[in-house]
């Protein structure tokens, strides 16, 4: 999976949203990184620590540094209520399935 297939229609994927929201900004290399890396982070821990999110992430390095917004956005994700972060997870791989076929 890439980033442009993250939301394949007209919404964003709740990643995307949460970066757009946070101004979580980077060029169009760290960018789409980021937010699959998230993506896969919040797919495996829908609630993960500052700490947890940190580390995960710790591979995508970059000089520009919004890492401050990264991390904004993940934590809004983060701290979602369960139930609204397995309704978002359930439609985003719905989305994909159908996607996919
Ligand atoms: S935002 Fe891509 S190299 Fe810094």
């Not at 620590?49 to 934590?75: M, P, Q």
Request: contains cysteine; negative net charge.
């Amino acid at each position: 999976m890439t980033i442009e297939g993250l939301a394949p229609g007209n919404e964003l994927d709740p990643v995307q949203q949460a970066f757009l929201e946070n101004q979580a900004f980077q060029c169009g290399y760290c960018t789409p990184g980021m937010i699959m890396a998230a993506k896969a982070l919040l797919n495996s821990n829908p609630h993960p620590t500052e700490d947890e999110v940190r580390d995960y992430l710790s591979g995508n390095i970059c000089r520009c540094g919004t890492y401050k917004e990264v991390l904004a956005a993940v934590k809004d994700l983060a701290e979602k209520p369960l139930q609204a972060a397995e309704k978002d997870l359930s439609a985003w791989q719905s989305r994909n399935m159908k996607a996919a076929n």
